[in-house]
């Protein structure tokens, strides 16, 4: 009974990986970029400055105001956020009309503003890009079509996630015994070791990530139970009170205390300089409340200081619900929103480690097939097929991710729908490279394929140095490090794969010399070239 | 601060690992014995537990276990695959 319950879930895992791994490895690989979003914007508009010493928010701080003030009493809510930390290097105010009949939220309009004229900026200057956060949208929106059915594809290939997961769990026999254990250079034995080293060392992070990860669509993969509770035409009511979010009914006008106040002794409990944005819910209104974030907390949900608009002293924060408390540490331990340097580090660690968990699996299923019908001698179309398609996302998504980038540097900055030329350059690219490894034998492909994506991303800081003034050499001098470290970054990736490609390389040579001839003519034959093992 | 509770992690998994017969060998070519893989499991638990400790202390509760679980999967990714081609400078060494 137990044998045969752990075979089903053996049976269960490998299909089910199968089937939704390749898209899993694009949501992965988006996904773990996104923890440098910020990083890879900056580097995708060279044309802002250089990184300088942050500017006084207490200065800028009246600006602000004046802007906001500027544009009448009809918000619902105000907006300040600062510069001086990794998501932001400007002065911004936001403001949100009351909402219209039949409107969910009011129209939201957000403003950089000039930190000496407090005048706002366009900033036409800087060229059109998607930018870090077209490709970590794509991780959940992907592409090319309607953001709710992109969300309902990847919820539920994250289902399956879950459940490969869990069942991973139970086919895996000795789970503490084989913790440590990986022997390199066996063939199928290495990539099975791989693969259990990879999914147990971060299985924490793993759950984590998918489970989290349904939890932030959990209210478009379920609508059904808030439907029947509260009807369709109470939507909005269900939202109010999941997220204590207020009516939409308004309060008498009262005057707001001035902000500068409150701003003193915010600084003086989150420290001086660390303030990062202040929300003003229903500015010159009877229930006007101010809140002040800090650039960095010390826990996990964000949580702001929160002072009575109108009074101006600090107010006694309620105890949120527990439901809400759990979904916002589950959607913020997603995110990493309160990770600084190290910790991001360790979640882009985490991240790959999990798309390459993924990438191994799917190498797993096809090199286990294929060990057992080289016994017999027989060729079979649709390990063809899967073989080829690993290596067209395998290989083939890094290097148009890099393409993504090339494109960025290469297309002309007055070029009209740059923007959207960027993506298509990464998908014509990703499309190209699904085709080519038809024509070519395997093992000949992937280490074509590895070497190419070696040159991407090798030759992705010297595009840069041709293109614009953004370069390592004035980088590194400038101490900008967040831009120099992407060229970095683009080196570190191109060296690994490059050693890789060369490795496999050498590998093919060998066979050449021991077989007397061009290894592999046909088509799916014979194992599949270890890279990296 | 992280970068004492990494080493404290790398050394703690280090110890763990080799208290086991298996990766015992592939160094010493032959299991600990008894008493030695109980003081190696003993150091390799209490310096996990110092590192969780120092990590929490360090960075606060929550975040603090956040970073640890980061700091395990990654000292542990590295052991493991440095693992077999340390062992074999090693034992060609000894």
Known sequence: ?533 | MILLSFIFTFIGSTALCLAMARHHRQIWNRAADKQTAWQLRFVGCSLLIVSVAVCMWALGGPIGLVVWLGLFTGCTLLLIFLLPYAAERISRKI
């Open chain 1, 1 to 533: 009974m137990r044998e045969a319950f752990r075979q089903s879930m053996a049976w269960f895992h490998t299909w089910v990986g199968l089937v939704v791994g390749w898209l899993l490895f694009f949501t992965f690989l988006t996904g773990t970029l996104g923890y440098v979003t910020y990083e890879i914007d900056r580097w995708m508009k060279p044309e802002k400055p250089l990184v300088s010493a942050p500017l006084s928010s207490k200065d800028l701080l009246p600006l602000a105001i004046a802007r906001l003030s500027a544009q009448g009493d009809q918000a619902k809510s105000w907006s300040i956020r600062f510069p001086g930390s990794r998501v932001r290097d400007e002065l911004q105010v936001v403001w949100r009309a009351v909402a219209k009949e039949g409107e969910t939220f009011g129209k939201f309009t957000l403003e950089t503003l000039d930190p000496v004229t407090g005048a706002p900026v366009e900033n036409a200057a800087v060229r059109k890009t998607g930018g870090g956060r077209l490709l970590y949208r794509m991780h959940y929106r992907l592409h090319y079509m309607p953001t709710l059915t992109a969300i309902v594809i990847v919820g539920i290939c994250s289902m399956f996630m879950l459940m490969a997961i869990i069942s991973g769990i139970i086919i895996h026999k000795k789970i503490f015994k084989d913790f440590f254990t990986f022997r390199p250079r066996k063939g199928q034995r290495s990539w099975l070791d791989g693969h259990n080293v990879l999914s147990v060392t971060a299985l924490p992070f793993h759950l984590m990530i998918t489970y989290s990860g349904l939890v932030f669509i959990m209210f478009t993969l379920m609508p059904l139970g808030p439907r029947i509770i509260y009807g369709e035409e109470n939507r909005d009511l269900f939202f109010e009170e999941v997220f204590e979010r207020e009516g939409r009914e308004l309060m008498p006008a009262a005057q707001t205390a001035p902000i500068m106040p409150m701003f003193v002794e915010a600084e003086k409990y989150w420290g001086e300089g660390n303030i990062s944005r202040i929300n003003i819910d229903n500015p010159g209104r009877a229930n006007a409340k101010v809140t002040f974030y800090p650039h960095q907390g010390t826990t996990i949900v964000r949580s702001g200081l929160e002072f009575n608009g109108v009074t101006g002293v600090v107010s006694e924060k309620d105890e949120k619900k527990i439901s809400l408390q759990t979904y916002e540490v589950l959607t913020d331990l997603h995110e990493g929103v309160f990770a600084g340097p190290w910790l991001r580090l360790l979640y882009i660690v985490s991240g790959l480690g999990g798309t390459a968990m993924i990438a191994t699996g799917l190498l797993l299923w096809s090199t286990k097939r294929k060990a057992k019908l080289a016994k017999s001698g027989i060729t079979h179309f649709g390990i063809a097929v899967v073989d080829r398609l690993n290596l067209g996302t395998i290989v083939g998504l890094p290097i148009a991710i890099a393409a993504y980038f090339w494109a960025n540097r290469l297309i002309a900055t007055d070029f009209d729908g740059r923007q959207d030329w960027e993506a298509h350059a990464m998908f014509i690219t990703w499309a190209a490279l699904f085709i080519y490894p038809a024509w070519r034998p395997l093992e000949r492909a992937w280490a074509e394929m590895m070497c190419l994506a070696a040159a991407a991303y090798l030759l992705l800081p010297v595009v840069n140095f041709l293109t614009t003034d953004r370069h390592l050499g004035v980088t590194l001098v400038h101490g900008d490090w967040v831009l120099a470290g992407f060229d970095l970054s683009a080196l570190f990736v191109g060296g690994c794969f490059a050693m890789v490609g060369l490795k496999a390389y050498k590998k093919l040579a060998a066979k050449v010399f021991s077989d007397g001839k061009k290894p592999l003519t046909k088509k799916g034959d014979g194992p599949v070239v270890s890279p990296s093992l």
